[in-house]
């Protein structure tokens, strides 16, 4: 262990032991237990429709209210502080009856349609008889801002009177505060400012930050208040009136009249979104509820996207997460590499630009260490939370690397890898100065003080690393998949030092590369687990449980192909592969609970990542069974839209999957996993050095007879091609291509 080593590793805040209670973890649970998303209520039996732009994101119920509920994030969202808590429609002081709620499937706009109650005076005389008065609520987000329209008809046979009542309040709470973590002390609310068609709303927060809601109204109300906009009409029958309304957060509004510019931001917004998707492959095929399901993953993951001054950025998920996370970035942009890799470009610009420099303890930061998170509300620039620009993450920077080169592969594009070269020696550099800390070659996490994650995988909920007896591991803990993703850092700069003409360092990376293979097979494969360990604890003792973690060995190839057919058994078993996925740790472990975050669960991207790791050792019908499985799943949810993980319930027949309370829903990493395991099962890869497009043993899974494949793109070109299931094996047809690209097939 070198000197400085050493002082790192004095320096790690000891990780707390022993069991404790099951949490809610996610990218921010610590062993503190601060940073919990509590779950008083499911999410998933609330049905919350979302919203997303840019820094602002929108959870209302299904009527389009948000009902001002301290713990849920209902509500209207900006750069993590909630702008409007409240917002509900009345007719007549009563709350109308839903018809329907729905989402366009671009995601930019959800409607609501209602109707009238039976409405009754004070002495119990009915005055209106229920379904004649039509509601229909319009809503989407564009630059910072909620724009409405309301469309009042009237059915009935003869004129009505109609009062619509808008009620709203705003708390400005920090989104941490929506999640469950309490605040000893708060800024000052002021004194609201009421014009004749606006009202808005200010908070000056601890931080100094003066924040503001700007609520718009046209027409005129007939009555507005601090909190309540009222409208009065005599409606005609079968006559129409509009209300439009405008909440703007911070930003300040475009100067033209709202009933205009509703139509003008609605158009910009569908314009943006369409251009942006318009990059991505299109897939089709013989399975119409697939074709939903692809379509809708597209959509998501563009509603997700955020354009930053380095490029396009998938934010990690709604409610919770919709900022910059490394990691999710970084494994959101593999998923959809085949399909669009401008992503990519854009998380390695991203995270390059903001890439540590520095040693800062509170913030976990290391010269070369890639970000894990960036917040920007008020616990987070009072340090009251972390994560204003956080880097506790043990694995975003060899995925980093990875990633590099893996775009350097799809892409052929040296010359954006040769800018992002200097960046990529320094994740290098701190993977061998910082990431090893106690020199024995292994990477290994741990906190620089309490404040900071206990646990710093993916898997970062405070009891998702244990013993087979139960115990918590003690760090610092070298995790199985943080090694692999090592290695194929390695593999990846050694391949993109060879393209840079630096023969040396390539030739020193494979030589790493190759040591750390044969030390982690000798350290991390257990042969009478029959597959590897979890992790090595602080001890070098091993955590020798079932875990899904051992199948992201195969992911980058650092699995001996000796062991492969071992891990994939074990992986494939009746205690690990439930039928809708592979749990996150296997049923015959002791701390299994199918509800928990990380210990029984089902994660879509974590087994899109283990699906294509089977692949990569020519096990196509795993794979499969895996997508099959994943894919069943979401044939039962709503919109077609995977959730962030599912509980880990064995499958039953004609039965849905368990869902999990408080997972977000889209997030980005779930919305791409069925892409990637198409990609995986078909066995598509690119080498545009030899303008070739690879399908190595392409198969169909059960569920798809055919696949049309359209605008893969490859340098100036682009190729469309057809997939038909032949027996056990998939033929390929060009249908078109544009530019001088070949399509190889390896059988």
Known sequence: ???????????????????????????????????????????????????????????FDQHGDALNMR???????YRDTRHLSLFQLLIEGTRPILLSSTMREDNTTLTCDLTNPDIFDEDGRMVLEHDL?????????????????????????????????LRFEVDFADLFETRGTRRKKHGVHHAPTIDKDRVTLSYTGLDERHRKTILQFDPIPTKLVANEADYEFTLNKKEARAVFVAVECDEPGCGIPLRKSFFSALREARRTLARLSSRASVI????????????????????????????????????????????????????????????????LMYLAANQATEIDPAADAEPGKILHEVRQGEMAELGEVPFKRYYGSIDSTPLFVMLAGEYLQRTGDLRSIAQLWPHIEAALSWITHYGDRDGDGFVEYGRRTKEGLANQGWKDSHDSVFHADGQLAIGPIALVEVQAYVYGAWRAAAAIAQQLGRVNQ????????????????????????????????????????????????????????????????????????????????????????????????????????IAAGFARYHFHKEASRIFEGVFAASTYIDLRRLPELLCGFPRQRAQGPTFYPVACMPQAWAAASMLYMLQSCI??????????????????????????LYNISMGDGAIDLSLRRSRSKAVIEVMQHKGNIRVLTIT
């Open 284 to 347: 089709v095929s013989s399975n119409d509820i697939f074709n939903e399901t692809a379509r809708r993953s597209i959509a998501d993951l563009y509603t997700l996207t955020t354009l930053t001054p380095q490029g396009a950025y998938p934010y990690a998920g709604i409610p919770w997460f919709s900022t910059v996370f490394g990691r999710d970035g970084l494994i959101t942009a593999f998923e959809m590499l085949w399909v669009d890799p401008t992503i990519a470009h854009g998380v």
């Open 683 to 708: 066995g598509l890869s690119f080498s545009p050095e030899n303008g070739q497009i690879i399908f190595n043993r392409p198969i169909l899974p059960s569920f798809l007879d055919e696949v049309l």
């Open 133 to 165: 008065i039509h509601v229909r609520r319009s809503r989407f987000l564009w630059q910072g801002a909620c724009y409405e329209r309301l469309l009042i008809r009237n059915f009935d046979d003869q004129q009505r009177k109609i009062s619509l009542n």
């Open 506 to 609: 390539a030739g020193g990376y494979t030589k790493r590369a190759e040591e750390l293979r044969w030390n982690f097979d000798r350290r991390f494969f257990d042969e009478n687990l029959g597959t590897y360990v979890l992790a090595l604890d602080g001890e070098k003792n091993p955590c020798r449980v079932h875990t899904s973690n051992a199948g992201h060995a195969l992911w980058t190839e650092i699995a001996y192909p000796e062991r492969a057919e071992a891990v994939v058994r074990s992986l494939m078993g009746t205690t690990s592969f439930c039928g809708w996925g592979i749990r996150t740790a296997a049923s015959s472990e002791i701390r299994y609970n199918p509800i928990s975050y990380h210990n029984g669960s089902v994660w879509p991207h974590d087994n899109a990542l």
């Open 71 to 77: 713990s849920t994030p209902q509500g209207i969202f």
């Open 1 to 59: 262990m070198s000197e400085e080593q050493e002082k790192i590793a004095v320096e790690i805040a000891p990780q707390e032991t022993g069991p404790g209670n099951v949490i809610q973890g996610g990218p921010e649970a610590n062993g503190d237990d601060k940073f919990f998303i509590a779950a008083n209520d499911s999410l998933q039996e609330q049905r919350f429709s979302t919203l997303k732009n840019g820094d602002t994101f929108a959870v």
